[in-house]
Nanobody, 119 residues
């Protein structure tokens, strides 16, 4: 069973940067990417970025050009570098597997990490 633990959130002013980390325990099949998801207050959880085992990346339009997802296989860690942060980036960020066939996340979620962007 795959387990993921998120960290790196915090409070930052608009225009600032944060780097989130997701430590992955367990094996991820090739049909699954690793995704970062965001849940803003009162809203559904949305995929903001994903990366495949081969390193291919995909981003939500709202974060393109500002966020970068990457992975360090030696450390079993997936990162989300967030630059030029905006107040609308505020939310709880989660990592999870993202099944590329069903285009859906895994069933289990961790506790996430809170990102708050102030004006």
């Amino acid at each position: 069973q795959v387990r993921m633990v998120e960290s790196g959130g915090g409070l930052v002013q608009a225009g600032g940067s944060l780097r989130l980390s997701c430590v992955v325990s367990g094996s991820i099949s090739g049909a699954n990417a690793v995704g970062w998801f965001r849940q803003a207050p009162g809203k559904q959880r949305d995929l903001v970025a994903r990366i495949t085992s081969g390193g291919s990346t995909n981003y939500a339009d709202s974060v393109k050009g500002r966020f970068t997802i990457s992975r360090d296989n030696a450390k079993n860690t997936v990162y989300l570098q967030m630059n030029s942060l905006k107040p609308e980036d505020t939310g709880v960020y989660y990592c999870n597997i993202f099944n590329l066939l069903r285009l859906a996340p895994g069933d289990s979620w961790g506790q996430g990490t809170q990102v708050t962007v102030s004006t």
